[in-house]
């Protein structure tokens, strides 16, 4: 039987890296419905877990995935469910009930390309927005991109730690890409894996309210079970969870389930820089249009051109601050993903007043290629 | 490849091409794990296939290199493995000028005028072996001893960890078959080139 942290070196795909990250975070519940290219996640998690005393369960779609998750998570454990595109908008109503009733969990889009059936064993990055805003409502979001199966074992504990910090889905958007290239792995001994698990309550169980913000804006949680009053609605409620519609608790509830997020933007938002510290022009990328971009700044290089690159490892909330400020440094951005310009739209808002913003894009099925970068990177500034 | 004796950047780029259900993504898998895991290279290894399991076109491409690898596509293989015509039909053009050419001899017949290739029967091997399956173990032990590019330590490692349960002494001996039979070619032609005869094909 193996053990719930692998520790040594393997040559993972990005979606068994992914399964195995989300062990070694502690996840112990999988809900899931398989779809091309997110369905090894669940095959890796259906022969590990039951090995480790976790539950795996193939529900009848993508609706009922993500709800087994939310209950799961309520019941206390760690959970986590996997899919792409199709199953990415049938689990849209239940990510808002996840951000209303704040449930950690986290939620993994291996993003093919769309509309629709669109390209199933082909990459694109074009559910970025639907990520931000896909579920109906206003709210805040976290979702992280990584660009390596390396990066996305790291990453999936980081996201099950953020949840459990700040109590609501947490979104993986990889690709087809990262998700089904293969790449050594090295995972850690489980005593060098920092994880985080959600703060119980204290004190009287029949004076608690399960939604009342602590000092970091986020509210203890407690499992059923436990002798707690646990109301639990998608109805706007009040700090004890219980319905009330009127605009005052909206506002309340809208405060906490925002500010739980801007108010802890340092602690959320990665980025990496490379190159920057001289550049002209700086490439805005993620997940696997990052490492297109890192070749093209490298070749741009060695022509003389001085270009630099901000990977964006957190693409939600968006790095608004980290953007504004390269805009104060360099005279041109340029926004590489695999969508027709989407994050790039971001960009623009937060530097199109002071300097134009390019976009490298395209409508998915492959990969950028370098070339196509550079030959925009070489265009007078 | 070996580290320690390059200090320079040394990245190698090969393609290995069949029909789904042929074992290419493993013999890929396989080619990167034994450079990631058993040689310390940096590798990385993509797939592509069509959304039927199996009998569409099927490749895997993987980089192996001293150095990191961000990019991990490969429009020009330095070296090609075909194990289906029309495999060798949709690559051949995108291999490297001077590059190395794998073939399976019953399965392609190459059209053109190349003549620096390497063919072995790795599927009729594979069939007198008793699984016909095996191919791809077989066509891994011939990369092997041909190209050098993974060491032979490495690559047989690589197998036996990634073939199922129970089957790692017959992949083992596929990997062997395939690895002897690249070095009798390879003498071989060392044979034709110092002008004797009785060279192996």
């Known amino acids: 039987m193996k053990p719930a942290v692998l520790t040594g070196e393997h040559f993972f795909t990005g979606d068994v890296a992914c399964a195995e990250g989300a062990l070694a975070a502690g996840c112990r519940f999988f809900g899931g419905y398989p779809i091309t290219p997110a369905t090894e996640i669940a095959e890796h998690m259906s022969a590990r877990l039951p090995d480790i005393g976790g539950t795996f369960i193939q529900m009848e779609d993508e609706i009922a995935a993500m709800a087994s998750i939310l209950g799961a998570s309520w019941a206390g454990l760690k959970c986590m469910t996997a899919t792409s595109g199709p199953g990415f908008s049938l689990m849209m109503e239940n990510i808002g009930l996840g951000i209303c009733t704040e449930t950690p969990c986290v939620v993994v889009n291996v993003q093919r390309g769309g509309p629709s059936t669109g390209l199933p064993t082909q990459g694109a990055q074009s559910d970025m927005m639907q990520a931000r805003w896909g579920s109906h409502g206003h709210y805040e979001i976290i979702a ?164 630099g690159l901000l990977r964006l490892i957190t693409v939600w909330p968006f790095p608004e601050d980290q953007i504004r400020r390269l805009a104060n440094q360099v005279k041109k951005m340029v926004t590489v993903e695999i969508n027709l310009g989407q994050i790039f739209l971001e960009v623009q808002r937060c530097a199109g007043n002071k300097i134009p913003v390019a976009l490298v894009g395209h409508p998915g099925g492959t990969i950028i290629p370098p070339e196509s970068v550079i030959d925009v990177l070489k265009e007078p500034v | 490849m070996n580290k320690k004796q390059n200090q320079e950047k040394i990245t190698k780029e090969v393609v290995i091409t069949g029909f789904g259900g042929q074992g290419i993504v493993l013999a890929g898998s396989i080619l990167g794990k034994a450079a990631a895991l058993g040689d ?88 007198e072996l008793g699984r016909t399956m095996m191919a791809n173990i077989i066509m891994i032990g011939f990369l092997t001893a041909i190209t050098h590019i993974v060491s032979k330590n490495a690559a047989k490692n690589s197998v036996a960890v990634s073939v199922p349960k129970g089957t790692e002494e017959n992949n083992i001996k596929a990997f062997q078959k395939g690895f002897d039979y690249g070095q009798a070619v390879l003498k071989g032609r060392e044979k034709k080139a110092a002008g004797r005869t009785g060279a192996i094909s």
């Open chain 1, 144 to 307: 992280l991109s990584p660009a390596s199966p390396q990066e996305i074992f790291y990453q999936t504990i980081t996201a099950f730690n953020l949840s459990e910090t700040y109590r609501l889905p947490v979104l993986i958007m990889t690709d087809e890409i990262v998700g089904h290239m293969s790449e050594r792995v090295s995972i850690p001994s489980a005593k060098d894996i920092k994880t985080v698990s959600r703060l119980a309550p204290k004190g009287r169980k029949d004076r608690f309210k399960p939604f009342e913000p602590g000092p970091n804006g986020v509210a203890p949680m407690p499992t059923v079970g436990q002798g707690y009053n646990v109301h639990v609605t998608g109805l706007t409620h009040d700090e004890k969870g219980y319905p009330v519609m009127s605009v005052e608790a909206q506002d309340e509830m809208m405060k906490r389930i925002t500010n739980k997020i801007t108010n802890n933007l340092d602690d959320i938002i990665q980025t990496q820089s490379y190159r920057l510290d001289d550049a002209d022009i700086a490439v805005i990328s993620y997940g696997v249009s990052a490492r297109t971009s890192l070749s093209a700044v490298d070749e741009a290089r060695k022509m003389g051109i001085k270009a």
């Open chain 2, 40 to 127: 310390h290279l940096e590798s990385t290894l993509v797939q592509s296939y069509g959304p039927e399991s199996r009998g569409g076109a099927c490749s895997a491409q993987v980089i192996i290199s001293t150095d990191t690898i961000h990019y991990p596509y490969i429009n020009r293989p330095d070296i090609l493995v075909c194990m289906s015509q029309s495999a060798y039909e949709k690559h051949i053009d995108q291999l490297k000028p001077g590059g190395l050419l794998l073939i399976d001899k019953d399965l392609v017949r190459r059209m053109g005028k190349r003549d620096d290739y390497f063919s072995i029967p790795s599927t009729r091997m594979a069939e």
